[in-house]
């Protein structure tokens, strides 16, 4: 197909679909003639993947080439695949991070976790500022959230569809962004309704 | 005592007290001569908010005004104060979203929540996001995110102290701001394990 029609398909303008060649997120099509180009499905569904991660899941141009380049890199399983989608979301947090008691958290757990993932890191960060302020961030304290979160964490995985590389990681990158408001708009309103139960609420 | 002893004691540099005061975040002391004042365990306590605020939840000075001005107003309710410290954290969302889904899981939660609260748009906004990209957004999916947090959330709130209000809003929006990054943290590594168990982990 021409790139105006790969631009229909996939509703991204024609200038965008040019920039993305331009920046090396879509691979080259078979070129036709000195200005024309033919394109496949493969380009259409690279196209998809691109813009939900652009669009949807916030993600920068840098962060978009990582995940575009795991899904090239051909000896991956699909867990690996996974963890390079998670890689590529924020925040970043240094290499260098002390992830010690992140790392006591997961292991009460009984998780099988990579010690130099992200994920790891983003907790170790957070756990570091929670104990610079003196708020609680014990093992026991912090497994009780990791606990609540394993059967949404688990029901999450098993929706992952293996129809291709590309919907496996667009999956994971988008949905791991767009349900975090989720997450956190309903931690704050089951506090709500904890604390109406803890304190009362007068009626007007 | 002087404004030089309120900033020894809580670690707030002179300046930076000087900056509150001038921003009506801090009340001002009793005047003892054109050019000092004396401060007391009062200021100490608003002080300590006003830091745990700005520098350790990170709101913005507009924000530290609103939770300052519901420890202040006094026919309020501990549950309502709670909701005043709510409101005053991020993201904002317009007040003419639509909560008719939200309110639809809340009830399906059979939580206790005020219709006209920012954590009900914010769920609302990003039942509106996952809408639009097509990722599933239904009542009994999102009421399981909320089953698997009223645990934590119950938690939370029994752990609010009432000593004094100051107290018990600094918990609540510093604890609001700090646990989210172990929320999210624990939620991506949940999904690594449950990955590992679904799919399988290659060993070097």
Chains 1, 2 share one sequence.
Do not use: N
């Not at 240094?94 to 008691?101: F, K, L, P, Q, S």
């Not at 606990?147 to 590389?165: F, I, K, N, Q, Y």
């Not at 956190?184 to 009626?203: P, T």
């Amino acid at each position: 197909m021409r790139i105006s029609e790969l631009s229909r398909r996939t509703g991204v303008p024609v200038p965008t679909v040019k920039f993305y060649l331009r920046e090396g997120l879509l691979p080259a099509g078979r070129a036709t003639a000195a200005t024309q180009a033919q394109y496949d499905e493969g380009h259409e569904q690279r196209l998809r993947l691109v813009r939900a991660l652009v669009e949807v899941a916030g993600l920068s141009l840098a962060a978009v080439r990582r995940v575009v380049a795991a899904v090239d890199d051909p000896p991956r399983t699909t867990h690996e695949l996974l963890g390079a989608a998670h890689e590529a979301l924020p925040p970043a947090v240094a290499d260098d991070v002390d992830v010690t008691a992140a790392t006591g958290v997961v292991a009460e757990l009984g998780w099988r976790i990579d010690p130099r993932s992200a994920p790891l890191r983003q907790l170790a960060a957070a756990i570091a500022a929670l104990e610079a302020v003196g708020m609680p961030a014990g093992v026991e304290v912090l497994a009780r959230y990791g606990r609540a979160l394993e059967p949404v964490a688990t029901a999450e995985v098993a929706a992952v569809p293996t129809s291709s590389r590309e919907d496996a990681v667009a999956f994971v990158v988008v949905g791991t962004a767009l349900y975090e408001p989720v997450v956190l708009a309903l931690r704050r309103l089951a506090q709500q309704d904890a604390s109406a139960r803890r304190f009362g609420v007068d009626c007007p």
